[in-house]
């Protein structure tokens, strides 16, 4: 038998921020990963501290962000790669009525941060009103990210490639074939709903569809473009356009009304002509009350559930991988918005 200290089930954001957790508290464990492109790795990577429909923030934004950009530098600390791109995101207005309320949102106490009072425009795409910047916005690059995480923990053997069997779980004995473990952390996304332990999890599904298009015109590097949906160059001359959301139609392959809503929704503002070269989609882990769900099991003391990150992985997984991690080896109690036992 092998001793290990954790198992993770689950290779999205957050079983990787989970991990760097207990990487970074020399804690051992192996990750299983189905093999699946996750939502994770289809996520576009944005990094925004405002809703940038209302123009508001969210709890804990500021705290969110810098947690996170932390992380990053102890992250390329040992896995050598810096993973954070420095891209603003620039919110096309539609009108002078958003230009207004977003002057008056920037004088708020909670936005004076985010909230850019100088607009700009932009070139190559439509932008009669101009647009203006998220302050402290950024990108994660998704594929770097995760090809720089699976790599190293391949490297160090904790990498398991292979789809975690439930019915060979012994919860009481705290053992899984092979491995003897302390606690098991599931971190499934969705996949949740195949788990006889968490199945009941309050987690609902919400379908995003991106496309990776090339240009005919390229658009400016080093921003990221928002209208309707985000546009941001990748790698090989691709530029990424998306997230849809979607609660209605949730089957497993890709649904050409999104696609069409996507190319819909470039036109509009791009006025140049372009290729779809690829179609992606995922299912988002949303809950009612927004908010993660993090938790022990209420009979098995040494298993937990890491899940509902929602529109927001990045910020959510990174922060309160460090929540989940002081509740089960610091005893601290978790933040009762967070907490599984709000639905008990
Ligand atoms: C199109 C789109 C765009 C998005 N853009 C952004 C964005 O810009 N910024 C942002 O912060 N968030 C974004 N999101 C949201 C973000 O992707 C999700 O919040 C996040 O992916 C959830 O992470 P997770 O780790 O909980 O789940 P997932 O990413 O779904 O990962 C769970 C993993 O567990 C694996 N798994 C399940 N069961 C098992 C098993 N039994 N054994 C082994 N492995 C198993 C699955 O295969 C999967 O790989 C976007 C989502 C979509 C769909």
């Known amino acids: 038998m092998e001793n290990v200290d954790y198992i993770i089930v689950g290779d999205g954001y957050a079983g990787l921020f989970f991990a760097h957790q207990l990487i970074k508290n020399n804690k051992s464990f192996v990750i299983f990963s189905e093999g699946r492109k996750s939502a994770s790795q289809v996520s576009a990577g944005i990094i925004n501290p405002v809703v940038l429909k209302k123009f508001t923030t969210f709890w804990k934004a500021q705290e969110q962000i810098d947690f996170l950009k932390t992380s990053l530098k102890e992250i390329e600390s040992y896995t050598g790669k810096n993973y954070l791109i420095e891209s603003p995101i620039h ?34 795409v439509k932008n009669d009103f101009n647009s203006g910047k998220v302050n402290q916005s950024a990108r994660l690059d998704v594929n770097g990210f995760f090809t720089g995480l699976f790599s190293f923990l391949n490297e160090r053997e904790q990498f398991i490639n292979e789809k975690f069997d439930y019915t060979q779980l012994n919860a009481s004995d705290s053992t899984y074939r092979n491995f003897n ?13 195949d788990n006889p332990y968490f199945s009941n999890v309050l987690v609902n599904p919400n379908k995003g569809h991106q496309i990776k298009v090339k ?71 949303t809950v009612k009350d927004r908010r993660p769900i993090i938790g022990r099991h209420p009979e098995h003391p040494n298993l937990y559930v890491f899940n509902g990150l929602g529109a927001r992985g990045i910020l959510n997984g990174c922060y309160f991988s460090k929540s989940l991690y002081d509740f089960i080896e610091e005893n601290i109690p978790l933040h009762e918005e967070v907490s599984l036992a709000r639905f008990e």
Not at 263 to 283: A, C, M, R, T
Request: net charge negative; charged share 30%.
């Open 91 to 124: 919110r096309i207005f539609h009108d002078e009525n958003e230009q207004k309320l977003w002057l008056k949102k920037s004088e708020n106490e909670e936005l004076v941060n985010f909230l850019d009072k100088n607009f700009g425009h932009l070139n190559v």
């Open 181 to 193: 473990f302390k606690n098991i952390l599931f971190c499934e996304g969705m996949g949740v709903k």
């Open 215 to 285: 240009l005919s015109q390229p658009i400016p590097e080093n921003i990221t473009i928002k209208k309707k949906h985000f546009l941001f160059p990748i790698n090989d001359g691709l530029y990424f356009y998306g997230g849809t959301y979607d609660r209605e139609q949730l089957h497993h392959h890709i649904d050409e009304t999104a696609v069409e809503q996507l190319i819909k929704g470039l036109s509009e503002f791009y006025p140049y002509d372009f290729e779809v070269e690829e179609v992606n989609f995922g299912f988002r882990p």
